[in-house]
């Protein structure tokens, strides 16, 4: 399994920005993001089922980021809006058999840098 993330960059508060992950997951396991500030631990940000598209996010980003996947092209995304200071992390997408909320993933991607500038 490799899964190849892209769409970091720089943004201003209260701005939007999307990230990409495509690969080759497995069909019936969860896809989603994790999120790993300077000198904080990696965190669970949002998550989706690949088959029937259930999501699940964290706290933290509920209202203001949307997970969905595109199957064709076994793509998923994470669509960021009201970016805040405290978004600013190293973004990785991945990928495990269970709920990327409950579980360690089985498969990581490289991160991707969202930096949220005030």
């Known amino acids: 399994v490799q899964l190849q993330a892209s769409g970091g960059g720089l943004v201003q508060a209260g701005g939007s920005l999307r990230l990409s992950c495509s690969g080759s997951?497995?069909?019936?396991?969860?896809m989603g993001w994790f999120r790993q500030a300077p000198g904080k631990e990696r965190l669970f940000v949002a998550g989706?089922?690949?088959?029937?598209?259930?999501?699940y996010y964290a706290d933290s980003v509920k209202g203001r980021f949307t997970i969905s996947r595109d199957k064709g092209k076994r793509t998923v995304y994470l669509q960021m809006s009201s970016l805040k200071p405290e978004d600013t992390a190293i973004y990785y997408c991945?990928?495990?058999?269970?709920?990327?909320?409950?579980?360690?993933?089985?498969?990581w991607g490289q991160g991707t840098l969202v930096t949220v500038s005030s």
């Open positions: 989706i089922t690949w088959n029937l598209g259930t999501t």
């Open positions: 997951g497995r069909t019936n396991w969860h």
């Open positions: 991945a990928t495990g058999p269970l709920s990327l909320s409950e579980s360690r993933p089985a498969y």
